[in-house]
Structure formats: C-alpha cells, structure tokens
C-alpha cells in the first residue's frame, strides 16, 4: 500500500468547472508537492508546502490553487481549466524541503496520480 | 544545470532474464543523489533505489541494483530474473546535496517491456 494516496483517481471536467484533487500522506513527512506529468514532456514541479507553508510556486497559472490545511493533507483546487491542463497530477511527500540528507537522501515518494481530462 | 540521459526510449526483456537499463547524467556538482523510480501504466511513480555520489558501495534493493561509475556519469539500473510485472516506464532522476528535495532533475524515461 502507497503511503502517499490521491483521491479521485480519474477525473473528467469541463473548462467551466470547479474541481479538487485531494492528497494525503501517512509517511509523517513535512513536504508535500504537486507535479504535472504531460505525455512527452518532463516531470514539472508545480507548488511545494513545507510544514502547511507554501514555500514555492512554479508560475502556475492562477486556475490551479493549492490548499495544505495540514502536514498530511494537501489539496489543488481546479477553476475553468484549459485543454491542455490535461494531464496526470502527481502528489508527493518527502521528511523535508531540504537538501540530500543520510540514507535515502531525503526521497520523494509519489501517489498514485490523478488523471484529469479537461473537455 | 543539472542534465538526465535515458538513451533508450523502449526496452524489451524476457522474463526471468536481467536487464539494464541506461543512464547517464551531467552536473557540476560534486555532491549529489541518484534515483530510479517505476511507473506502471497506472500512474504511480513508485520509488525504488537510491544512490549518493559518496556512497563507497552500489545500492542494492531486492532485485534492483544500481550499476554506478562515477567517473562516466553513469548510473544504470540492474534489474535481476525480471517479472512480468515490471513492464513500466522506468525513471532516472538525480539532485545535488544542495538542492531542495522538489527540484530533482528527471530523465525521458525508459519503457521496459518483459515478454513471457
């Protein structure tokens, strides 16, 4: 079992919608991120919380709003997307913000993704 | 800048055999992490070893080892007696000491494919 989940797992919406991802992490971690996986484009990092703190915001454009009410609980709120934000969303968590540490170097570990279809 | 090279864009492999998978990385820094990760058809990026430029030792996990010559640059995966199961794209990432965890650099990927 993942220790990073994502609720829903796919999702469909209409460029007028509104919609969340929702993101949660029972590693214990202090940083959590968003990611946006487009096909033939590399993994591009999105917003990073340290400690409920945003500490980086990727110009992201406004039509994506992060929410962290908490260490373990991260959400993007989504307001009239476009076609091409079409995309898989990936959420992931690591102990902190910082730099390589001992052992595993301070790793990311990922959800499952959400697959978001703007139609 | 930090530069990741997967040269081979789709891998096949039978099953029960050992593949490796490439990569290759530039930087200028002279600490720094290497990671692989898996990603099944299904989305999950799923973590699976890790390598610091310092370590004395090739990391080993399971059925994963990590080929690393620091002196080339490279840092190539070793999957041994391959599954079924471990048809994914496979991912190589890698992040100095001093960069913030969010901003590691990935590769292209490498789909890998096992036959039975």
């Known amino acids: 079992e993942t220790g990073v989940t994502q609720t829903p797992r796919h999702l469909v919406m209409g460029m007028t919608n509104k919609k969340s991802l929702k993101c949660e992490q029972h590693?214990?971690?202090?940083?959590m991120y968003w990611y946006k996986q487009s096909a033939k484009k590399p993994l591009e990092l999105m917003f990073v919380y340290s400690l409920e703190e945003r500490v980086e915001n990727n110009s992201v454009p406004s039509r994506f709003s992060p929410e962290c009410p908490n260490s373990s609980h991260l959400f993007l709120h989504l307001h009239t997307l476009q076609p091409e934000d079409s995309a898989l969303y990936l959420c992931a968590s690591s102990q902190s913000v910082g730099a390589l540490g001992q052992g595993t170097g301070n790793t990311i570990y990922f959800g499952e993704g959400s697959w978001l279809t703007v139609v | 800048a930090q530069k990741i090279t997967q040269t081979q864009p789709g891998m096949f492999v039978q099953e029960k055999e050992a593949v490796t998978l490439d990569c290759t990385y530039d930087t200028s820094d002279p600490s720094y992490g290497l990671f692989w990760y898996k990603q099944p058809s299904s989305g999950e990026m799923i973590f699976l070893i890790y390598q610091g430029s310092y370590d004395q030792q090739n990391a080993t996990e399971g059925r994963y080892s990590l080929n690393f010559q620091k002196a080339r640059k490279s840092a190539n995966l070793v999957i041994s007696a391959s599954q079924l199961g471990d048809s994914a794209m496979y991912f190589c990432a890698m992040r100095p000491y001093n960069t913030n965890a969010g901003k590691s650099t990935f590769g292209d990927g490498t789909t890998l494919t096992v036959k039975p």
């Open positions: 590693l214990g971690h202090n940083a």
